[in-house]
């Protein structure tokens, strides 16, 4: 066990509907990413928070988009959802939020868009 | 720029043999890290080792190794005695020190299968 929960562990929704993506860093943890792993694409870099502000932007598409608060739990938000957006969405937590830490990886939720 | 190269997108062996899991990289860093995670069927991502540049130490954990050689910009783990557990896809990653890149680089990922 990580230290790192997501919920939902699993999500099916349809087409062209919004869907949100909850994640609680491990404790102490001041930065959190989130990671796309879809088939044909292998890990993808979404986005990374610290301390609730936005460091770096990865592959993330103009539909989705992220947050993290106060508390530190993050959420991401993916709207008008599309077939090819099926896919395992992780989420990661480390320390300050530089690249020589570790990070450490939720159990992920997977999405499922019909 | 910077790569992460697994070359071996499946690897099958029968239980007990010895596997070694191919990870080449590139960068003009001299500062930066390396990383492994495994990840079962279940899905989930589990961090197995973090190496810096500067230690070039071979390191043993149980049936795990990992031999870092940056003669040949090569981080490759291998699992002595396999099990059926072990089957999983196995990541290697690399992130510079000092780059402008926040993004770790992450390999395709080896798939592992041990039959028993």
């Known amino acids: 066990d990580s230290g790192v929960t997501q919920t939902p562990k699993h999500l099916i929704t349809a087409t062209g509907q919004r869907v949100t993506l909850r994640c609680s860093p491990r404790?102490?943890?001041?930065?959190v990413y989130w990671y796309q792993q879809s088939l044909d694409q292998g890990l993808q870099f979404l986005i990374q928070?610290?301390?609730?502000?936005?460091?770096a932007k990865g592959n993330i598409l103009e539909r989705f988009s992220a947050q993290q608060f106060p508390d530190l739990h993050s959420e991401l938000n993916l709207s008008s959802l599309e077939l090819g957006d099926s896919a395992l969405y992780f989420c990661?937590?480390?320390?300050?939020?530089?690249?020589?830490?570790?990070?450490?990886f939720g159990p992920g939720t997977r999405l499922l868009v019909l | 720029a910077q790569k992460v190269t697994q070359a071996q997108t499946e690897i099958s062996v029968v239980e007990k043999e010895d596997v070694t899991l191919d990870c080449v990289y590139e960068?003009?860093?001299?500062?930066?890290?390396l990383f492994w995670y495994k990840q079962p069927p279940s899905g989930e991502l589990v961090f197995l080792i973090r190496?810096?540049?500067?230690d070039e130490q071979n390191e043993i954990s149980g049936r795990y190794s990992w031999n870092f050689q940056k003669s040949t910009s090569s981080f490759n783990f291998t699992i002595t005695a396999s099990q059926v557990v072990d089957s999983a896809v196995y990541f290697c990653?690399?992130?510079?020190?000092?780059?402008?890149?926040?993004?770790?680089?992450w390999g395709a990922g080896t798939k592992l299968i041990i039959k028993p």
């Open positions: 990661a937590s480390s320390s300050t939020g530089t690249l020589k830490e570790t990070q450490y």
């Open positions: 404790s102490g943890d001041l930065s």
């Open positions: 928070y610290y301390n609730g502000e936005e460091r």
């Open positions: 960068t003009r860093d001299t500062t930066y890290y």
């Open positions: 190496r810096n540049s500067f």
């Open positions: 990653a690399l992130s510079e020190a000092s780059g402008s890149n926040y993004q770790l680089i």
